[in-house]
């Protein structure tokens, strides 16, 4: 479904992001919590897509397997890193002749494991450009929707640490959705006082497209350290890490400070109008079924 119609069904939208199994045990796996969180009736699933290689394939295997075999809308995420515009071009014509409805375009980073790789061979600079280039697609009306493609973007309320300049920034995020973005995600991050400043300097820079809060609960303290080197620049607060240290080495004890961290988040966030939760489920239902569980639904209807 095109997301304008999501959003216009849900008040509130919930989804749950995943990514692609390496391997067949680990897609066995990734259905089984899969189908433990489609009761949770989310608006939407979304699927990463990786730096390069077979990891990539499989974001489209995930994204079609999901769309045949269960209940759920995916959006499968695209990236600027290591494309040429025909190899986007191809990609969503895949993507429209399977019916996905929307994807969430980003700039991606150049893997690790790819050292010295030079941007200078990728067409796109910046998710704005592929941004740009759906639109373009979508005009062509090479889509079954006749609107094609919905289009999200990637929002960093604690500032991307490639741009230092935060007024600088903001302009870019404003480009970014005027080339035609539909809607923001957010990165993760632990304090909602950041969210909800970054979702004022969004209006004062007149974005007007609904923006979609990253949760992302903390259930080990390896996670936890893993995630500070991914989503670089993410703020830990004192009372979180207070908290987690008062747990030590009990590791039920940490998982149950984070999710209700996450928890006394998302409870929050739906007091404060948010337009929608989407969980980093790093492929496991149990952290978002427990919280909804705290929350006290069964299910997403009964959070809007
Ligand atoms: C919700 C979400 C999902 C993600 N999913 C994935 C995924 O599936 N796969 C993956 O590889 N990565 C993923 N990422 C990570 C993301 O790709 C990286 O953080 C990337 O570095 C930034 O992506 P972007 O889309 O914001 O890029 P951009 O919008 O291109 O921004 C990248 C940097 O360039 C700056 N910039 C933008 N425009 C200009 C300009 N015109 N001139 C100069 N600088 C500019 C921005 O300020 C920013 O610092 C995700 C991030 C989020 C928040």
């Known amino acids: 479904m095109h997301i304008l119609d999501i959003f216009a069904r849900d008040t509130t939208t919930f989804s749950f992001e995943f990514f692609p199994p390496k391997s067949d045990q680990a897609a066995a796996q990734l259905f089984d919590h899969i189908a433990q969180l489609e009761p949770l009736a989310p608006s939407f699933v979304s699927v990463t897509y990786g730096a390069g290689g077979s990891t990539r394939q499989r974001t489209h295997e ?142 004062l820079a007149g974005i007007r497209v609904p923006i979609i809060a990253g949760i992302m609960p903390i259930t080990s303290v390896s996670g936890m350290k893993r995630m500070a080197e991914l989503a670089l620049g993410a703020h830990y607060p004192a009372r979180l890490l207070r908290a987690i240290n008062r747990a030590g080495d009990d590791a039920d004890a940490v998982r149950r400070v984070g999710i209700h961290w996450a928890t006394e988040q998302c409870r929050d966030l739906l007091d404060n109008q948010i337009r929608g939760l989407h969980f980093y489920t790093l492929n496991n239902s149990y952290a978002t079924l427990e919280i909804y569980r705290n929350l006290g639904v069964k299910n997403s209807a009964a959070l809007r």
């Not at 895949?94 to 067409?123: C, W």
Request: glycine share 8%.
């Open 62 to 203: 995930l994204v079609l397997r999901l769309k045949q075999q269960t209940t759920l809308d995916p959006v499968p995420h695209l990236t600027c890193v290591s494309h040429k515009r025909a190899d986007i071009q191809d990609i969503l014509t895949r993507y429209a002749a399977a019916q996905v409805g929307n994807i969430l375009a980003l700039g991606g980073d150049v893997s690790r494991d790819v050292a010295g790789y030079d941007r200078a061979h990728d067409d796109f600079k910046h998710a704005a450009d592929l941004v740009r280039f759906i639109r373009e697609f979508n005009r062509a009306s090479l889509h079954p929707e006749p609107r094609g493609f919905g289009v999200g973007v990637a929002g960093f309320p604690e500032g991307h640490p490639a741009t230092p300049n935060r007024l600088q920034e903001m302009d870019y995020l404003k480009a970014k959705v005027d080339a035609g973005a539909d809607y923001i995600c957010t990165q993760l991050f632990f304090d909602n006082h950041d969210f909800y400043d970054f979702r004022e300097r969004c209006e």
